[in-house]
């Protein structure tokens, strides 16, 4: 299983960006996606999961209202919209897979590349 997240960017506060995680290895309809933040000097943050169906999802509630996570099987991706951009939003995002319905916030083994994202107040 290989992912590879896109998207991020240098923003302003109050912007919103769209990330993309692009999945390739095997039966992309079989995993739960979970997207992930880390900022410098501060562990890794869950944020969202989409179930294998798309009908299911989970948020972090620092995030809940904010972030939307959407998955398009047919294409192998998941979404996450970022909305009401803040600096305390700044960090490396991060993609992961886990076998199984989901969604999940944790147990994920399968990580792909991380994208930058960085908001200026």
């Known amino acids: 299983v290989q992912l590879q997240a896109s998207g991020g960017g240098l923003v302003q506060t109050g912007d919103s960006l769209r990330l993309s995680c692009a999945y390739s290895?095997?039966?992309?309809?079989?995993?739960?996606i979970g997207w992930f933040r880390q900022a410098p000097r501060k562990d890794r943050e869950f944020l969202a999961s989409i179930g294998v169906s798309g009908r299911n999802t989970l948020y972090a509630d620092t995030v809940r209202g904010r972030f939307t996570i959407s998955r398009d099987n047919a294409l192998n991706a998941v979404y996450l919209q970022l909305n009401n951009l803040s600096p305390e939003d700044t960090a490396d995002y991060y993609c992961a897979a886990q076998l199984g319905s989901g969604p999940y916030d944790a147990g994920y083994y399968d990580w792909g590349q991380g994208t930058q994202v960085t908001v200026s107040s």
């Open positions: 290895g095997g039966t992309f309809s079989s995993y739960a």
